[in-house]
């Protein structure tokens, strides 16, 4: 038998406990999520609603299949700076004429759908999901283009939002503009760059300079229309493809490009498969709020996976890795989930003698992240710890399946990295309320930093002034923890969103449909030395 048995007790007061204070999380979670769906406020809804028009998510529901899921991708961008939630952008995946396509939406009641910096980082982030796995790009576009007071954090790296277009056409990936609104200057060549350009009549303006542009360079008198107007360009300059005449017959037409471009999935989709044995509410109640306390990975696993069956490899082996094999929707997926937090030299082979079995056999990688690094101390350096660390970081870097994190619980120094963290490139990551990253815990940090403080008076032969020491450690302490939260870290765009536990199955069955339009092929070697 290998269906997970579960020791949980949805009953006990420590389920009881971890569920509340899961569900306080997500309170806090709804609440943000609610700012970016506001948009730009009241104000500007409305005025948008008078212009006729429709809201950015009016658009996209129009644009999907009916009835189909949106998986909606790093809504929190932006959160904790000075930009609203959200980054006056939408971007997600979604099926489109039976295909699934990444959408990248500006929300024109957003400060005129401007690009800030984390507009652009999430934008560019949609693009490099579009391309690792080959996923049409539909551009939804109604922007004043650079936001002009933070120019310089974007005007030079935003180059590479027309190159990225280019690029995905250049590697046979679909491209598609639909232009709503303003897209002028340098937004003029997100339709300059795409496959397939749809504009709207009288609604679409798309030119390298306006009227009051044109008449400073030139002394030309001009108006919207003739410079850059959907009538204009459909029947003189040629730029749009398909010409509309409101915004529901653009998306209507939208649709008919997608289903006309002959896209097909690398593998279908598997078909029904069986769901897991135990009730997913029980999501809530695994990860304690105090993440010192160990929990059972496993009770995730066998609420996440088809049937709650799983094949564990090496189970007797480095016990605070699970390592196992398993379908989710049908796909099969090899699964790594830390299980008492530190990584040990047995660990850390194990995992990579995982990761290269996953390679062979061309099976895509769950990460469950709950570690709090690799272990140190002198009997473990001399064991060879950091060898042993590196063939771990060696294996996920070089294996070429698809990755998908899901950071649960703690995802702390070099254990962020080998158990596929942001920079190593995995192809979705996702983090649940409960989550906490950063180079090590809080009090640890700011432990490290009182001791060199103390070395270096000491040193100088300086006394330590112990009160502003005490005060220095808290202070350290709580902007450490602050910035351990996924809120801050999602706002960041170092995840694609945080979600609610009870979520995770849907969200990784739909990045797994979505990853599968790509072949998914391992690595046959290719892999770095493997110090031994
Ligand atoms: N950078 C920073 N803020 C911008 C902006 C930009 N590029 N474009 C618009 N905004 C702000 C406006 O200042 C306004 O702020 P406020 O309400 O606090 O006064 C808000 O966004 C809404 O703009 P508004 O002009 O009222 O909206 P609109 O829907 O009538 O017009 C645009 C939208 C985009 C057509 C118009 O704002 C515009 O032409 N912007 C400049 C476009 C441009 O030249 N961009 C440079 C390209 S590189």
Redesign the pocket.
Known sequence: MTVLASALDPAGADHTAHREAMLAKLAELEGEHAKALAGGGEK?VQRHRKRGKLLVRERIEMLLDPDTPFLELSPLAGWGSDYPVGASIVTGIGVISGVECLISAND?TV????SNPWTLKKALRAHEIARANRLPLVSLVE???????SQKEIFIPGGAMFRDLTRLSASGIPTIAVVFG?S????AYIPGMSDHVIMVKERSKVFLG?PPLVKMATGEESDDESLGGAEMHARTSGLADYFATDEPDALRQARRVVARLNWRKAQSDPGPAEPPKYDTEELLGIVPSDLKVPFDPREVIARIVDGSDFDEFKPLYGHSLATGWAALHGYPVGVLANAQGVLFSEESQKAAQFIQLANQRDIPLLFLHNTTGYMVGRDYEQGGIIKHGAMMINAVSNSRVPHLSVLIGASYGAGHYGMCGRAYDPRFLFAWPSAKSAVMGPQQLAGVMSIVARQSAAAKGQPYDEEADAALRAMVEQQIESESLPLFLSGRLYDDGVIDPRDTRTVLGLCLSALHTAPVEGARGGFGVFRM
């Not at 922007?143 to 007071?149: C, I, M, Q």
């Not at 002028?184 to 937004?187: F, K, N, P, R, S």
């Open positions: 500007y024109p400060r005129g759908g401007a922007s004043g283009g650079a936001d002009l007071p303003n002028t200057a340098g937004g306006g």
